[in-house]
């Protein structure tokens, strides 16, 4: 199996570059962690010299988007609902001969329900398909049997299937283990435009409060709830020396307003501070002590991976997670973080306590993870993803027409 790991170097640069076109309803300027992937992917392929362009929903921003490779705007929407679906599966049938001798990307779960839905692949004239899966559509698309099939009838149409951690792997194998050979994982890395902290990580707490951080948006899934109902847990005296930030897109006003009741109700201090301009996240990782993300599974969502985990570790701050889902590839317990059980909020009281007390936990943790954060890199998943590919004539479109 080909791994996309830190410790690898890039595959040979001088094969032949494949045309590509990734075709994604999550872009620019959405900052969730696959429009992210998406976009520093295809940035870091057009830099590293592949021919690649994306198809992503026409909106406002997109028009005025600055971007190192070509993007073409499908007026398709930007939901995965049925109508959008529809529009999609028009928008490529009329444009399908501009697809032939391309290798196709499929970043997310969007187009691919309309492949899978519409069966489009057998009369569209790629040279090749990657498909790139998080690790939630794995579950939502093996929950019941038609989709099972339609799900595995594009995966064995695929030259390459790409996961984004170990867990990503495993619960792909354990639906479909004869994909092995056509599976590697493609980590995620630090997003271009966050500068990390300069020097190293000393532990030193930077506020009157020990600031704790969550980057994501406000939503269960993210685990805000969590954080406070273990800050609850604390006796008064340590309680009052924390001081807990949510940044992010806020979905669930509702959910918000829990927040909000249980941290008051708690007596735990709480701030919402919307959704920031990177120069203003930067701020708030600068001046945060410890970072938590911990992520639950809601129904068939799960966490894949984790980017914001990365981007808290290249600012030197100690990371506090559950152990759920693709967690495990972004923070190592002990090493960069400190890791605990889902639903055990004696443990994550302890861990907050922990790094509280001690400086060199604090230190030692952050200076890991700043190092192991650098060790990611955009390119190396590019080269992960299309080295190799695209280099069949027509006719190769015409064998897989014959796995349908």
Not at 302 to 311: C, D, K, S
Request: net charge positive; aromatic share 10%.
């Amino acid at each position: 199996m080909k791994v996309c790991s830190p410790e690898e170097g890039a595959p040979d640069a001088a094969q032949p570059r494949p045309r590509i076109v990734a075709l994604t309803h999550e872009f620019y300027p959405q900052r969730g962690g696959i429009a992210t992937y998406t976009h520093e992917v295809a940035r870091a392929a057009s830099l590293a010299g592949y021919p690649i362009e994306v198809w992503a929903p026409e909106t406002p921003a997109l028009s005025t988007g600055k971007f190192d490779f070509p993007v073409r705007a499908l007026p398709a929407g930007g939901d995965q609902s049925w109508p959008s679906r529809i529009k999609l599966a028009r928008c490529l049938m009329q444009r399908r001969e501009s697809w032939a001798g391309r290798v196709l990307w499929l970043p997310e779960p969007g187009p691919m329900r309309a492949l899978m839905y519409f069966s489009l692949l057998r009369r569209m004239p790629v040279s090749g398909l990657v498909i790139t899966l998080h690790g939630s559509e794995i579950s939502r698309f093996t929950s019941r049997w038609y989709r099972k099939w339609l799900f595995g009838r594009l995966l064995h149409s695929a030259d390459r299937i790409s996961v984004v951690s170990r867990f990503g792997k495993e619960s792909l194998l354990s639906v479909f283990p004869e994909l092995e050979p056509k599976l590697c994982i493609a980590h995620g890395a630090l997003r271009s435009d966050v500068p990390g902290m300069a020097g190293t990580a000393n532990g030193a707490l930077k506020n009157g409060r020990i600031v704790i951080l969550t980057v994501g948006r406000v939503h269960p899934r993210k685990g805000q709830m969590a954080v406070i109902e273990a800050l609850a847990r604390l006796e008064p005296a340590i309680r009052e020396g924390f001081l807990y930030r949510c940044v992010g897109p806020l979905r669930r006003p509702a959910y918000l307003h829990k927040l909000e009741d249980a941290a008051r109700d708690a007596d735990v201090a709480f701030e919402y501070a919307g959704e920031l301009e990177p120069a203003d996240l930067n701020y708030q990782y600068l001046h945060a002590d410890i970072f938590a993300m911990t992520s639950e599974r809601d129904g068939h969502s799960v966490e894949g991976f984790g980017l914001t985990y990365l981007e808290a570790s290249s600012y030197g701050l100690p990371i506090v997670a559950h152990r759920t889902g693709g967690v495990a590839d972004a923070v190592r317990h002990d090493f960069n973080g400190l890791k605990v059980e889902p639903d055990d909020r004696a443990a994550l009281a302890e861990a907050f306590c922990a790094l509280a007390q001690d400086q060199a936990l604090r230190s030692r943790l952050g200076e890991n993870g700043r190092r192991w954060a650098q060790s990611f890199s955009w390119e190396r998943t590019a080269h992960t993803l299309f080295d190799g590919l695209g280099q069949s004539q027509p006719s190769h479109s015409a064998a897989r027409k014959k796995k349908f």
